[in-house]
């Protein structure tokens, strides 16, 4: 790295001692309720560094059907449930929330009854802090009964009188501390049955003190194992006695009037009840509960502490520590104290470090577990064996991995960028031989969307949803791979025998989708790209996103992306136009999208680097200027004081990163962070045991140097003793040389982090005065491959062939855009067709081009069709499964099993009613519907299918087809339901789809509404 003022500088003592050690960050810099309102989807309560316990307030109860209940808390409640031992930190997905404990105040008899064990309570007497939480709980609201159909004993209590719970926590163990009212009887009630649906379960009373019980349960991960043992600090008097069919489920337990608080230990384990037992002992051993939140305050102050700031406001402060305690929550330990845990196979494995859970992938690849490179070098090696662990269990590296469970959720395979950044670093302290096997595996498996990359060189919209995104991401992951490769100095037939020459060609996959008429990623489909496109639109071609919001994800290439945007001032358009851009979006809702400005969406990851782009081409003030911006209106120190989801620390990483003035856009591609805002006046990094990485604001004495070290060479050194001034300008020729002094840097190498020193700026944020401005930086990526999006040239990539649909009546224009050989086949047969002039068709016919050794032909499948029908749709359809619009059930496209290729149109709620004008009195042989079925989507094939046929419109003879196939089946499939031979006249056809109802008593959705998807009306007429 070269440019800048690197000095050393020790700011640790040689004991590791912290210059600011006094400060309690735990307690009173970080704020847990940031991100439990809005749509943060955050919890309040307790945990130590990534511990395996977050114990903490639960105020809903309904994780599938309520977006911001996922985390079990949300700061607009006024009612608790109980208290649960396992949280998920801001995802969009619910889960968790394990072993629901609930103090209770008075008579027994409501073990089974929701309505008396909740309880109301107030804000006011909240406290939160890292690893500890408070509040009073009021006594339960006058209700219904909640969740019973047995009215239980109502609890006596005295007006005004509440139970003070106090929650905090260790690594594997959440202590309880519940004060009674004086006089009352103090119960406890465990509830496994809470939010997730069980799978299987178990409750014992070991002694008088202890229970011991396992709760298996189903939910995002499909099967998730959790053990517990729970220790009471004095003897259960009495139990609840629970209905037959509730024995197992819950369980009350009564001490009577107590003098002293009751203490509540409860170790947990994926592993077995022991493995809990032996957890719970290890790390509490005592009844001690300020003792143990003392040792969590110091694990979080130990942690906070490894990045010190100074100046800024309050506030910022708050957020900024906070954002860091968010960071360090997840992934969590996942192995018991004697090294077992619970592998993806669901065996009971040892391992000879640290297991993690919870990888949101997707997310935290960006910015998180760049942050760990910085400062957990160590837990970073931890990441990656528990990745290989995976690997050799399964088969494949881990996309989104929860308690031992892979829950495909989201896209990409990034636990690859996750280990090339690590080993760019130099942290490798794991097979990395095994590490890029492992790799090699996620990218080249059996999976409908990696096979179409590897064939063609992207995935089409006809090949799976979401394809637009799965290509980019794809692309990025591959070339992370070769990367990664190329470090390790592999003999080149080995690489060659690994595919690692396909991946290096699937690393430039974006350039395929690439449209430089718009400037934008575009969905393909039929060869060419999907039509009416609007960069506004959400839509399945997407993830959680639009095509702004994707239009700049090209980590491995940026340089490559600035070319096809006609260079840097086309480049700096592109971003001007998406930051200042309307923020309405058209479209399918998407609640994911939030924190907007323009259409850059700080609420969900794809954005996320898209302000340090302006530094690649030499604009960094704007970069400035925009994370200024962002840091100011889309964090706060509130309970909404987030945009969006906090994703399990990357919404928190991106503002840590940010706030020191670095940020990582191309992690396992470049080791460089772009530089942007450092908030603060100083912040000190620790870098090791002793040493530290500060980053400096002030009017500095060597920015003033730097300005006037043309001028200083000018005179005369030679008869006079050298200035201070003078000897500062020779060791910044000394260290960058005299060509660099005017270099204002953009980036910063994360080895110049390592090694320690101190980085500065002045007051306006700028690295050194700047008196020219560089046309482009040396960003990452390559220039590699064909076209260079002027316009005018052939367009880059894989070549498109336009038509202004996939049918057709009379004659249909097309054109073969781009570069490569075009032939048609039809039935005349095959014969080449120009490229880059249009040519038309008037029969069915197939159009390839061949344009890469490395790919197949573009191709493309013409149809004509009989222009003589027409179609009445008197049921609306949703628009964003609108598929061909008003004639997508005639048009002859037909869709796959994934509802959101784009094919199907999707009806909710109502029946289906349309009738076909087959042109002219035909005979017809049979009528059918192709329908499809998802439940899980809650898409359900319709009850029954009514076909009519008329010759005049007026008089109509039917026949009813009754679905026949089960609506619990979990995969989806398609199916075509037909009348039997009919050997009628007809020139009309209606048909009339029954909606199958709302979803049933068994499913996730019940009571909700459900779709009916078709994609054509079949007709076989002579």
Partial sequence: MRGFLLTSSLLFSSAGVLVHAQVNYAKDLVNPFIGTGGHGHTFPGACVPNGLVQLSPDTRTDGYNDWDGCGGYHYSDSIIYGFSHTHLSGTGVADLCDVLLTPVAGSGGMAFDGAATRSRFSHASEVASAGYYKVDLLGPPPSPVYRSSVQAARPTRIEGSSIR?????????????????????????LDLSHRDNLLGRSIQKVSETEVVGERRSSSWAKDQRLFFCIRFSSPIQNEDVLPSNLVGLGAGYGFGALEQPLIVKVGISAVSIDGARANLEAEVPHWDFDLVRKQAEDSWNKKLSKIQVDGGIREQQRIFYTALYHSYV????????????????????????????????????????????????EMTNDFINTFLLHYQQSGRLPVWELWGNETDCMIGYHSVSVIADAHAKGIRDYDDVLALKAMLASATRDEPGLKALSDKGYISSEDQSESVSKTLEYAYNDRCIVSMASEMNIPEDTLHTWKLDLLDHRGRAFENLFDPTTGFFRARRNGGFVPSFDPYEVNFNYTEANAWQYSLFAPQAFKR???????PSGFERHLDSLFSASSTTSGREQADITGLIGQYAHGNEPSHHMAYLYNLIGKPKKTRALVKRIMGEQYHDAPDGLSGNEDCGQMS???VMSALGLYPVSPGISTEYQLGYPLFGEARIAVGDSSAFTIDVRDSTWVRIRETAAQLESKDKKKRPKTKREEQVERIDELFGKNERHHTPTTLDHADIRKGGRFEFDVDRVPQRMPYVPEISSGPGDSAGPGNGVPGSPRPGAPVIVASASTFTDTLLVAAEGKGTCTIEDQLGQRVCPMNKPFALMATARIDVTWSEAFEPVTA??????????????????????????????????????????????????????????????????????????????IFYPAEVTFAWSTNGRTWSSTTVANEVDRRNDLAEKQELWTPLLGKKSRYVKVIAKNAGVCPDWHKGKGGTTWIF???ILIEAE
């Fill in 561 to 567: 992306l600035i070319e096809l945007h006609s260079g």
């Fill in 861 to 938: 499948q013409f149809t004509k069709i009989d222009g003589s029908r027409t179609i009445k749709l008197e049921s609306p359809y949703a628009n964003q499964y609108a598929a061909g619009g008003d004639n997508a059930l005639i048009d002859g496209l037909r869709g796959g099993t994934d509802f959101r290729t784009g094919e199907w149109q999707g009806f909710r709620e109502h029946d289906v009613l349309a009738t076909l004008d087959l042109g002219s009195v035909k005979k017809l042989q049979r009528a059918g519907l192709s329908v499809l079925q998802d439940q899980n989507s809650w």
């Fill in 330 to 377: 997840a992934p969590y330990i996942f192995n018991d104290v004697d090294g077992h845990y619970r592998g993806m196979d669901g065996q009971v494995r040892h391992a000879d470090h640290n297991v993690y859970t919870v990888f949101s992938l997707w997310d935290t690849f960006r910015a998180l577990h760049p942050l760990m490179t910085i400062l957990e070098p």
């Fill in 165 to 189: 719970a106090e929650l905090t926590a260790t690594a594997r163990v959440g202590v309880h501390r519940y004060t009674f009212p004086k006089g009352q009887a103090a119960r406890i009630v």
């Fill in 653 to 655: 990483a991106w503002y």
């Fill in 1014 to 1016: 078709a994609d054509e």
